[in-house]
């Protein structure tokens, strides 16, 4: 097929192009910076440059796409205003699938975040359980799909809506200060650290994303992805000293005092479009429980992670300390 991906140059969506390229698709990649792209060039990856915000790139990089996997996405940077995540979040989905329309696109993969459903209560979560976002994120991240499959109705274009978990494999920066603060003993657990946390190692999700892309039945769902093991934050941490060959941490400290520090920074540093030292959301992966089913993606999909736990861990800190960054 010939598909496109936004957010090529990103972590997720730089593997979703390489991936589907080594399958044998015609693959091109939206990125906002073509030096980023170097790696996807040589994979075979065509290369298209724009914003996702502007609807005149969005069209030239949606012709003669048969599917398009919209990975791109704002996450979270200090000092933005709210209608900047709702510009790229949530605006521009309608727009890119009104591209898609007109480019003669059959689907649009859009890639949300679990983070719609928040703290989940009842654990595991399926696509049904209650949403509760927390953070203007996760907000323009719902919103977003409600954008999607408006455009959907009216476009006639199929729209399948991913929600991954946290996603983490080698390339990945967001875990790297879990990681490297585990492997050199400096890691200090917040609460209890009994929570739950899922994870999703990339090849896996590469390979929910294709068939959210390619199984006919998949039209007009929804669809969490995910890894097939949950493990609280506890015995998370214990598999990365493990691989690491370093004690687990032990030593935990109280929730509240960071949260209120956090609190503080955010309040101090916003005004002047700063990066807060600490962030309430940092604070949060201590306390907040992440545990979700993927029942349906196994039904529906055939979806079935054959990375486990132990050794995604094992593959992703081998490659951080392969870069040297631990």
Known sequence: MRVLVTGGSGFTGGHLARGLRARGHDVRALVRDASRGERLRAAGVEL?????????????????????????????????????????????????????AAAGARRVVH????????????????????????????????????????????????????????????????LLKLFRGVARRRFVILGRGEIFYHLTYIDDLVEGF????????????????????????????????????????????????????????????????????????RVDFFTKSRAFDISRARAELGYAPKVGLRDGVRKTLAWYRSERWI
């Open 48 to 100: 298209a440059t724009g914003d996702l915000r502007d609807p005149s790139t969005i069209h030239r990089a949606a012709a003669g796409a048969d599917v398009i996997y919209n990975i791109a996405a704002l996450y979270r940077q200090a000092g933005l205003p709210d209608s900047v995540y709702h510009d790229v979040n949530a605006a521009a989905v309608g727009s890119l699938i009104e591209a898609a």
């Open 111 to 174: 890639c949300s975040t679990v983070g719609v459903h928040g703290d989940v209560e009842h654990p595991p979560a399926n696509e049904d359980a209650p949403l509760r976002p927390g953070d203007i994120y996760q907000v323009t991240k719902l919103e977003g799909e409600r954008v999607a499959r408006e455009a959907a109705a009216r476009t006639g274009v199929e729209v399948v809506i991913a929600r991954p978990t946290g996603i983490y494999g080698p390339g990945d920066r967001r």
């Open 210 to 281: 294709r068939l959210c892309g390619e199984v006919p039945a998949a039209a007009g769902r929804t669809y969490i992805l995910a890894g097939g093991e949950v493990s609280t934050l506890n015995e998370l941490a214990a598999l990365i000293a493990e691989a690491a060959g370093v004690p687990a941490p032990r030593f935990h400290l109280p929730v509240w005092p960071f949260w209120a520090a956090a609190a503080a920074c955010e309040a101090l540093c916003a005004p002047l479009k700063i990066e807060p030292p600490l962030y309430r959301r």
